[in-house]
Each structure stands twice: as C-alpha cells, then as structure tokens.
C-alpha cells in the first residue's frame, strides 16, 4: 500500500471525537514550528505538497461521523468545567470544516497552536477548545470552533509544551449566531491565518487543498442556508 493510500485512510479516518465534541456543544516550521522527517531536493517530486498523514487513533472530523465518544483527558479524567463558548442552544442542523494540517514532515506544536489561537482571537474554553465569540455578546455562543485532531480533541494545557498533532480542525456549527455566510466569511480568513502562522496547509472537509472553487460553492451552499432559514416576512394585518 503506498504512502500516500496510507495518508488518505488516515485522514478519512480522523475525527470520531470531534463530532462527538460538536453533540456536547449543541446538546448541554520554521524549525521551531515543527520537526522535518526529510528535506527534499528542490524541483525533486519530494517538493511537492503531500497531504499531511493523521495517525490510526486519529477522530474523523466529518459531519457525517455518527458516534458519540466520551470526551476527557486520558485516563478517565474529568475535564475541567468552562461554559465559555457554549452553545446555549440544544439544536443543529449544518456542520462546515476546515483543517489546517502540517505540511509533509512536520507536526504542529501544541505552545505555537496556542500563540497562533491568541493572535488570531480565538479563546480557550468549553470541552477545552478554542472559540471564536460574537464581540461583546460570549453568551450567544461560538461563531466557530477549533479543536485538536487527535485524541481526545480538546487541548491539555497542562501539558502543551509536550502537544505534537499533524492537524487542527475548525467547526461551524449551525445554526450559529449570525448568519451562516457571515460566520463564513469570519471563519475562513482566521483559518488562513493559521495556516500562516503555523506554516501549514488548508484542507476542505474533504481533506483536500482548499482552493477557490470550493469557496465559490460553500459560499453558495450557505448563503442558500440563510435563505432557507431567514424569518418569514411579517403578515400585515388589514385595517378596515
């Protein structure tokens, strides 16, 4: 089985915990950015991005994940308990992710992922992962998500100097609460910045390079939500 047979399975199969994390929420390198396994010649085929690999005990990150996982740090350990960005409502009906994973070689670090979730404005807290919250207005809930890609998906501050992970993924989760094209639109450019930050790549929920295209028709895909979805127009009523 080649390498990158392996790669595909292993991404296809990460992220039994995310979802499970979703339910919880809707129902109450440089050098130092990563370790280089093996530096390819310039114009060699080595050069060329390869879809990062995400190991066996990887959680699938796909909506269409059906388990539900128990959550909590190793051990059986009881997460501490934050309500900072949960959803305070019990119903969704739309998941959209994205991931950013690390490129061929290299694993993202666990104290870069936190300096990078800070710049971008995301906030630790509820199942102990990162939000992005409606200024002034945290009660209303996350806009999105991120979450680590491996087990157990949240993040062990206690030990993240010690966090290596091949990739993060992102979640929104709908309702959110603003329109979905909206929490679109401010989701996408924090993940790519990410990206940026932590010199990874961006993959679509498929766990392919995000390109322009696949924007085009998620943009469609939830601007069509946001008319499904928007409040019917007020009846007047006659006056006589």
């Known amino acids: 089985m080649s390498e990158m047979t392996l790669l595909r399975i292993g991404i296809?199969?990460?992220?039994?915990?995310?979802?499970?994390?979703?339910?919880?929420?809707?129902?109450?390198?440089?050098?130092?950015q990563g370790r280089r396994v093996e530096r390819a010649e310039p114009g060699s085929q080595n050069a060329e991005r390869v879809e990062p690999g995400l190991g066996d005990d990887a959680p699938d990150?796909?909506?269409?994940?059906?388990?539900?996982?128990?959550?909590?740090?190793?051990?059986?350990?009881?997460?501490?308990?934050?309500?900072?960005?949960?959803?305070p409502s019990q119903d969704f009906d739309k998941i959209v992710?994205?991931?950013v994973a690390a490129r061929a070689g290299h694993t993202l670090r666990g104290e870069d992922i936190v300096?990078?979730?800070?710049?971008?404005?995301?906030?630790?807290?509820?199942?102990?992962v990162f939000h992005r919250l409606?200024?002034?207005?945290?009660?209303?809930?996350?806009?999105?998500?991120?979450?680590?890609?491996?087990?157990?998906?949240?993040?062990?501050?206690?030990?993240?100097?010690e966090l290596e992970t091949p990739a993060i993924a992102y979640f929104l989760t709908l309702p959110a609460p603003m329109?979905?094209?909206?929490?679109?639109?401010?989701?996408?450019?924090?993940?790519?910045?990410m990206a940026?930050?932590?010199?990874?790549?961006?993959?679509?929920d498929s766990r392919n390079a995000l390109g322009r295209q696949r924007i085009m028709h998620i943009?469609?895909?939830?601007?069509?939500?946001?008319?499904?979805?928007?409040?019917?127009?007020?009846?007047?009523?006659?006056?006589?």
């Open 97 to 99: 992710s994205l991931y």
């Open 219 to 240: 943009r469609e895909e939830l601007r069509a939500y946001d008319r499904q979805h928007e409040a019917p127009p007020l009846t007047k009523t006659p006056r006589w």
């Open 134 to 161: 409606v200024e002034h207005h945290p009660e209303r809930g996350p806009v999105f998500s991120m979450a680590n890609i491996m087990q157990p998906g949240s993040f062990d501050m206690t030990t993240i100097r």
């Open 61 to 87: 990150y796909s909506s269409d994940a059906v388990s539900q996982p128990e959550l909590g740090l190793p051990g059986g350990v009881a997460l501490p308990e934050n309500d900072l960005g949960k959803r």
């Open 115 to 128: 300096v990078a979730a800070e710049k971008t404005g995301l906030v630790f807290g509820h199942m102990n």
């Open 179 to 193: 329109p979905a094209l909206e929490a679109w639109d401010m989701m996408l450019p924090n993940v790519q910045r």
């Open 196 to 204: 940026e930050l932590l010199e990874g790549v961006v993959l679509d």
């Open 12 to 32: 296809l199969i990460a992220g039994l915990i995310l979802i499970g994390a979703i339910v919880f929420f809707g129902r109450p390198k440089k050098p130092s």
